[in-house]
């Protein structure tokens, strides 16, 4: 592969995001739904990829397209903790602790009906490989991003259209929750279980202003982390510093630094698993993915600027540029070259997977959400219920459709909800770990596991339901 390769395969990419902007400015439902450039620039590199009617680039930049996920899927996680003032863990944990059982719920129910569903109907009637149980975590919760990443997952265990399957489940995750979504949220507004807003007034809550700014911006811009960040209170001021040196440059070798990281503990873990399990255990451990990995490479270099006060180097607005950069890239470079024949030779299971995934999200919603919410459960339920479906920014999108003044406060609860939840699932260590566990203890326990998991987070979640409304 040649560097002009890659030079023509990035000017490409550039060149269907300009197209994608273009499109999204014009067109308003795409607006509407919440669709993001890089969606649709990928959707329209599908046209004109290795696979699509039109293909037009030499293949060697498809081969560059198609490699391109795995390695920015890395740079975006080893972001995720760079540059941020974490609170107490006892304020995290009071704030988040009901979304993130609702959370849980969602995700650990996820695998749970996909466990179930290939056990029971699609393996002894298609003969459908038991990892596709792991696919509506990775694409409802996880997204574009986790689904590209975990391609060569699924190809060292056996699953050669993992990639293909995530990617697609994505898709649908994030069509169906904003099609769905606001359906629910026009639904709940005439059954009055929505908080009222007050006519004539501005709104009292102290994140209005912060509210408004990301009703004004892309819900999938860089500023709508930054946001996040800034409502959880994580998100790091301004500082002058005397350094020569770009601040972008700063940030993006701090992040190249997190990646290293995340490179030397897998070949740590390789190294010791084949020493203490054997050849087996080395070959399940050498299909890890790098990203979690380098999202803990990132905890351990805030955690190194922290301890020796240099903080200022890192900064919460430009690594959210950073990984957004590298986001927008990955998803249109992964949607670009999906591999429609491998989705075409699975398209019945796959069906299955997603009508199961959005049944049990849906049903969560109306059946657990009230119960384990004491206050405003439409809108804490209807911002998980986006991102567990679709995307973060999904949920945000529901959430200000849903509160778009502010008054439930349910904001400062989802910001902080991601510092708890993101690390673990939806795109976290377990996500990157379920194909693994599902190879390695058989489909039958790690369903079982799945659903005593489950019961766990129903039970904790009902008994903070409880909790709250007694006190």
């Known amino acids: 592969m040649k560097l002009f390769d890659v030079l023509v395969a990035f000017a490409s990419l550039s060149l269907l995001l300009l197209i994608g902007m273009a499109l999204r400015q014009r ?3 795409l607006r509407q739904l919440g669709i993001p450039e890089a969606l649709v620039a990928g959707l329209l590199g599908l046209l004109v990829g290795p696979f699509g009617p039109f293909p037009i680039f030499p293949e060697q930049v498809y081969k560059v397209w198609g490699q391109t996920p ?3 899927i890395s740079l975006v996680f080893a972001t995720l903790f760079l540059g941020q003032r974490l609170p107490s863990p006892g304020v995290i944990w009071k704030r988040a602790a009901g979304q993130t059982a609702f959370g849980m719920v969602l995700g650990f129910g996820q695998y749970l009906v996909g466990g179930l569903l290939v ?3 699609l393996q002894p009637l298609f003969g459908t490989n038991p990892l596709m149980a792991a696919l509506i975590e990775v ?3 996880g997204g574009h991003g986790t689904a590209a990443g975990m391609g060569a997952t699924f190809r060292e265990l056996g699953l050669e259209s993992g990639e293909t399957l995530g990617l697609a489940m994505a898709t649908v995750g994030v069509l169906t929750a904003v099609v769905i979504g606001s359906t629910l949220v026009v639904f709940g507004r005439r059954r009055q279980w929505l908080a009222q ?8 809550d102290p994140n209005a202003a912060l509210l408004q700014q990301i009703a004004d911006e892309d819900p999938f811009s860089a500023g709508e982390r930054l946001a996040i960040e800034t409502a ?3 998100a790091e001021p ?6 020569t040196i770009d601040a972008l440059t700063i940030n993006l070798a701090l992040a190249g630094g997190a990646v290293g990281l995340g ?3 897998k070949a740590l873990i390789t190294a010791l698993g084949s020493s203490l399990g054997g050849a087996e255990t080395a070959r399940l451990l050498q299909a890890i993915p790098i990203f979690p990995l380098a999202m803990v490479g990132g905890l351990i270099v805030q955690v190194a600027l922290q301890r020796s006060r240099q903080t200022s180097l890192a900064s919460a607005s430009a690594q959210a540029s950073v990984g957004s950069v590298a986001m927008d890239l990955l998803i249109t470079a992964a949607m670009a070259s999906l591999n429609l024949p491998l989705l075409e030779e699975n398209w019945l299971p796959f069906i299955a997977l997603a009508i199961a995934g959005l049944s049990w999200n849906i049903a969560a919603f109306f059946l657990l959400a009230p119960r384990i919410f004491s206050d405003h459960w439409f809108e804490r339920g209807i911002a998980d219920f986006g991102q567990g479906t679709g995307v973060t920014a999904t949920g945000l999108l529901l959430l200000r459709m849903a509160d778009p003044y502010g008054r439930s406060r349910v904001m400062e609860a989802f910001s902080f909800k991601q510092l708890v939840f993101e690390p673990f699932l939806g795109g976290g260590l377990i996500t990157a770990l379920s194909p693994l566990l599902i190879a390695g203890w058989g489909l039958p326990r790690f369903s079982l596991v799945a659903l005593v998991l489950t019961l766990l987070a129903i039970g904790f979640g009902l008994r903070l339901g409880r909790r709250t409304q007694l006190s």
């Open 27 to 29: 067109l308003r439902w």
């Open 197 to 204: 807003k007050e006519r004539g007034l501005e709104p009292a």
């Open 263 to 265: 490179i030397l503990l």
């Open 232 to 234: 959880a209170g994580t």
């Open 119 to 121: 056990l029971a109907i």
């Open 70 to 72: 795995g390695v920015l």
């Open 139 to 141: 694409g409802f919760e």
């Open 238 to 243: 301004a500082e002058q510093n005397s350094l």
